[in-house]
């Protein structure tokens, strides 16, 4: 799988080089380079314990890795810079937002304050302001309150604000969670199974909601999903991981068809796999089963 | 690192093999065992705990010999085998418990126990009512219902309403319920009855609380009597009945307590009480017949007085009765006018009689409580009339109890609640310290005042950032010794353009704990809750053990600060306020600044510092993500705590003149913290009841139990808290939704005691 030239390289979002995570003996990540291009829908899978959420960790600097780079241009025409060593709350300055596998809100704030939180961290108001009750730090409160209305609206739950995070439905957390995300304006939108416990209608609503999230506002979208189903029809490229290092790369319609990845899903050595695609034709990645569906117990708490 | 996600599990555990019936009965009889032998056990260190400790007060082996050999041990053992036969037949109890009137019952009941074990009944004699009864018994002269009261009547009253209103509420009859109203009404009335008794036998001054403590009790049985005979309902709402009772007419509660407040307080209180005497309001207008007084104040005490009532009273509740609006800022304004024309008239009053007869007392020392309770009582008026003001339409509200209340009127009901006790605790604050004896005057500025601001600064750092900081005494020093310093008090003197007096020194205390906070947080906060909590500890040491040490002769070491600090002093234009040696200013004082604190916190509170606190608590790395800057804003509420505790440094520097390094041990901190722990983490309120409560019963057990053993009792108060109401005494709305998800939450969440783990 060679990586196709970019034709701009400014258009590069992410530009990851020879990565190297480990934990002890475990090593997460095992140089791993890859691209990420300026609006597009990146996808990506791979069995549990690929790596693919130490690679978020890596993206939002979570976590630091042993070797490698990661450059970074969160925001249309911004220059590189390296990721490694910066805090999370810098990189997401820089434009870089995330959701987490799972579920990651403030349960004992209200839906509404969830978003707030994440617009707030651009405003300007310092707590002096905000006790004495300053004719612009209200102006602000007021501009933070209208935004996360906005996008809450956006994500088709207007009506929810004054709920506590936590008593909402777990789809309803899922996209809460995307909200905030969006709240503190991204260059780029890092999902981390965002249709996971979900049911079938969820998860077309989802898709459609990602990709306008990508349409509308511009922003790319990295995205680690399970169900192949949603992957295949909102990502633009694909990237598989598996023990900690990249099998393939290409558009949906060659990560079906790849040999080695099918090897990873079913367990088989990559011969075998493609001896197995060319003999039945119709198993296809679409309707691999990758993960069970999730038990009750394990949607309502993690 | 922090682990991020927790790895999936794979392989489910296989659900364990049915249990033989007999290993399950084993299993019960075990857990039935456990919990019988800590029952009882619970009943004998409850035995031990209210054991009067005769011989020495060192010797344990003495008493735990005492206790285990006395009778009154079967009591508490019998105690233990109630409160077992309670949990393990909960599951019957249940259905019937859940019925209203069963929690006044209780209360009632609890009410009654408190007022006849642990609080005093005659203070003359010192005794409680098990000591007044044997001094009842010894002596003639007493009405016999009084002898039987204290002999058997009373316990056999409880024994009675108990049995009485089980039975209504398992068989359903109304009756039953009546007849206990009637008990307990017939209790408190032979309660008052058999006290005054006494006191007029007996004479001299009393201040006991138990039969007070009693008559409520028992009115609390009646209310549960009546509540049982009166409601339908299969599970009690004491909410909705509140809600309910507020909505029939907004405020009305308040406006009726208001009235009954002041008509007691014309009618019956003791207005001016020179040395020995006691007058109420007509005798004190015939008192002050003749003296040169101020035509204004003559006329309150002759007819004014009664007409501010009366106005105040007749607008209320007509406000409250048609919810009118304009008549709600009608009455506002008359009670307001009212508790200025008071306090005018108690001011002439006192200036009066401390001039001529100064052997009657200072001024403010020679009045009753009769004037400040009327001022109470307006208090209590504006409270219904803001309620009337806020909510003035309710009626189709009340309409749709039934349907759920939308959110914007249980909004606005909220608000009105808020209002309506703003003004009431505002009212109590300014008016009822002054009737305070001179020791619980000194009790509140020397013992609460300060300990109140505390609260109020560590619950930014303990409640708002979730960040537990054990040495926040150590700011609270840093803001003492820099008063002492620029007030000259110190061995180092401050150049004369710097020497001050001491409310000038606040910005320069508070600077300089800012600094210490900074100081102390830049380097700390990257770590994790305890150890965190480990570093504060520390540092709290390091900075007595600094004052002790007294490096450059700074701080005076042990022998504490010298000169004295200078009271405070205030001159703004011609206008000048001195304070002394008098307690009573001081509070004023410290309320002034509590105010002042409060509002700023409360709007920090709702601001976007405030939720970004919240957020960095509930999740870091979660805030984190979302471009929290954490290490900033957890630097942002070590300042503020720290700040605060500044502005309580001053006012303890200032107030009490002397202070040494002592003053400023661990053991403060860690109680500072459990103020704001019991008083509910995170909130503002609660932080502020949660110091007046757990600083105010030390002091009132001083007279109820052996001095050792206060705080032991303080100590059980917290333990029970800490169990049955986790989130503290006024929790935090947040913090509250935080504990009510306990049992879906993560493991990780922090309990008291896991779901179900209790015996
Ligand atoms: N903080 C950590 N400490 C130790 N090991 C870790 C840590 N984080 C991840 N790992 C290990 O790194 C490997 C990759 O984990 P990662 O969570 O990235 O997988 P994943 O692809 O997201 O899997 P899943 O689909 O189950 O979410 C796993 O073996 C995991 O145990
Ligand atoms: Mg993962």
């Known amino acids: ?302 | 690192m922090t682990t991020l996600e927790t790895p999936p599990t794979t392989t489910p555990t296989p659900p364990p093999p049915p249990p033989a019936m007999r290993r399950a009965g084993n299993e019960t009889s075990r857990v039935l065992l456990k919990r019988l032998a800590g029952c009882l056990i619970g009943g004998f260190v409850l035995g031990l705990m209210v054991n009067s400790k005769e011989g020495s007060p060192d010797d344990f082996g003495f008493v735990f010999h005492q206790t285990a050999l006395k009778p009154r041990m079967l009591i508490f053992l019998a105690i233990g085998v109630v409160i077992f036969a309670g949990i393990t037949f909960w599951g019957y109890l249940r259905q019937h418990a859940r019925r209203p009137g069963v929690r006044p019952l209780g209360m009632g009941i609890l009410v009654i126990v408190v007022s006849q074990v642990v609080l005093n009944w005659y203070d003359p004699q010192t005794v409680k009512f098990n000591g007044l009864r044997k001094l009842v018994d010894k002596s003639s002269g007493l009405s016999s219902t009084t002898t039987w009261f204290f002999d058997w009547l009373s316990w056999t009253l409880v024994a009675l309403s108990v049995v009485v209103t089980g039975a209504a509420i398992v068989t359903r009859r109304r009756v039953f319920g009546w007849v206990t109203t009637v008990l307990g009404i017939a209790g408190a009335v032979l309660a008052w009855t058999a006290h005054s008794d006494v006191l007029d036998l007996g004479g001299g001054i009393d201040h006991s609380l138990g039969a007070y403590g009693d008559v409520i009790g028992f009115l609390i049985l009646a209310g549960a009597g009546a509540t049982v005979a009166l409601s339908q309902a299969e599970v009690a709402d004491s909410r909705g009945f509140m809600t309910r009772v507020m909505e029939y007419r907004p405020g009305l509660p308040f406006a009726v307590l208001g009235a009954v407040l002041a008509a007691f307080s014309y009618a019956r209180n003791c207005w001016f009480a020179p040395v020995n005497r006691n007058l109420d309001f007509a005798k004190t207008h015939d008192a002050y017949q003749g003296t040169d007084i101020n035509s204004l104040a003559s006329n309150y005490l002759g007819w004014l007085g009664w007409v501010c009532f009366v106005v105040v009273a007749v607008l209320t509740l007509a406000a409250t009765y048609l919810r009118q609006r304009l008549l709600g800022w009608l009455a506002a304004g008359a009670a307001l006018v009212a508790t200025v024309l008071t306090f005018f008239s108690l001011k002439s009053m006192t200036d009066v009689a401390a001039k001529s007869v100064p052997q009657f007392g200072k001024s403010w020392n020679n009045l009753g409580a009769g004037g400040f309770t009327a001022c109470i009582s307006y208090g209590l008026f504006a409270a219904a009339a803001a309620y009337v003001i806020a909510r003035p339409k309710t009626r189709a509200a009340g309409k749709s109890a039934t349907l759920p209340v939308s959110r914007a009127l249980e909004k606005a009901r909220n608000s009105a609640n808020m209002k309506a006790l703003i003004v009431i605790a505002l009212a109590v604050a300014l008016f009822y310290p002054p009737m305070l004896s001179q020791y619980w005057q000194n009790v509140l500025v020397t013992q609460m005042a300060v300990y109140l601001l505390l609260a109020v600064g560590l619950n930014v750092v303990v409640g708002w950032a979730g960040l537990l900081d054990l040495g926040y005494i150590a700011f609270y020093a840093v803001g003492a010794y820099t008063t002492a310093y620029l007030t000259g008090s110190l061995p180092r003197k401050p150049p004369s353009w710097l020497h001050m007096t001491p409310l000038l020194t606040i910005p320069f205390a508070i600077v300089a704990c800012l600094i210490a906070g900074v100081l102390l947080g830049a380097p700390t906060l990257r770590l994790r809750g305890d150890y965190l909590a480990i570093v504060t500890l520390g540092f709290g040491e390091i900075i007595q053990i600094v004052a002790q040490n007294n490096p450059g002769n700074f701080t005076n070491g042990p022998r504490g600060v010298e000169p004295p600090v200078p009271h405070p002093k205030l001159e703004i234009g011609g206008w000048k306020i001195t304070w002394g040696l008098d307690n009573l200013p001081y509070w004023y004082l410290l309320l002034v600044m509590l105010a002042i604190v409060v509002v700023l916190f409360y709007r920090l509170e709702n601001s976007r510092l405030g939720r970004a606190w919240a957020a960095i608590r509930e999740d870091e790395v979660a805030a984190q993500a979302s471009g929290v800057n954490t290490v900033r804003a957890k630097l942002l509420a070590f300042a503020i705590g720290a700040s605060t505790s500044a502005l309580a440094g001053t006012f303890f520097a200032s107030q009490t003149g002397f202070f040494d390094p002592t003053q400023f041990d661990i053991f403060t901190s860690i109680l500072i913290v459990a103020y704001v722990v019991f008083g509910g983490m995170g909130s503002l309120p609660g932080a502020m009841a949660g110091a007046a409560v757990l600083t105010w019963l030390p002091e009132f057990l001083k007279s109820q139990v052996p001095t050792d053993d206060r705080q032991m009792w303080v100590g059980a108060l917290v333990l029970a808290m800490m169990i049955f109401r986790p989130a503290g005494l006024l929790p935090a709305k947040r913090r509250k939704a935080e504990l009510s998800h306990l049992d879906e939450a993560s493991p990780g969440e922090v309990s008291a005691i896991p779901r179900g783990g209790a015996m």
């Open chain 1, 1 to 302: 799988m060679i990586p196709q030239p970019l034709a701009d390289t400014h258009d590069v979002v992410f530009d990851v080089e020879h990565i190297t995570l480990r934990f002890g003996g475990v090593v997460s990540l095992n140089d791993v380079s890859m691209q990420m291009r300026r609006g597009e829908i990146l996808a990506v899978i791979g069995p549990n314990g690929a790596g693919k959420t130490s690679l978020f960790n890596v993206l939002t600097g979570v976590y630091t890795p042993q070797e490698g780079r990661v450059l970074l241009r969160g925001r249309p025409g911004d220059s590189p810079v390296s990721v490694i060593g910066k805090k999370t709350h810098v990189i997401n300055r820089l434009g870089v937002a995330r959701t987490f596998q799972n579920i990651r809100l403030f349960p004992a704030l209200t839906a509404i304050e969830n978003v707030k939180v994440a617009v707030e961290t651009r405003q300007k108001a310092g707590p002096l302001a905000a006790m004495l009750g300053m004719p612009w730090q209200r102006k602000e409160e007021r501009d933070s309150t209208a935004a996360a209305y906005a996008l809450m609206r956006d994500v088709g739950l207007g009506e929810r604000g004054n709920e506590l995070a936590s008593s909402l439905a777990y789809g309803e957390q899922r996209r809460l969670e995307i909200a905030r995300a969006l709240g503190t304006n991204p260059g780029v939108l890092l999902l981390d199974e965002p249709a996971a416990g979900t049911n079938p209608q969820e998860k077309r609503e989802l898709a459609e909601l990602i990709s306008r999230i990508n349409r509308e506002r511009n922003i790319s979208v990295l995205l680690i999903e399970h169900d192949m189903k949603l992957v295949m029809s909102v990502a633009d490229r694909i990237i598989v991981l598996n023990f900690g290092g990249k099998i393939a790369e290409g558009t949906p319609e060659e990560i079906q068809r790849n040999p080695a990845v099918v090897a990873a899903y079913l367990g088989t050595s990559a011969e075998d796999a493609a001896r197995q695609a060319t003999d039945q034709p119709e198993l296809h990645l679409i309707d691999t089963q990758l993960e069970p569906p999730p038990t009750d117990e394990e949607r309502s708490g993690d």
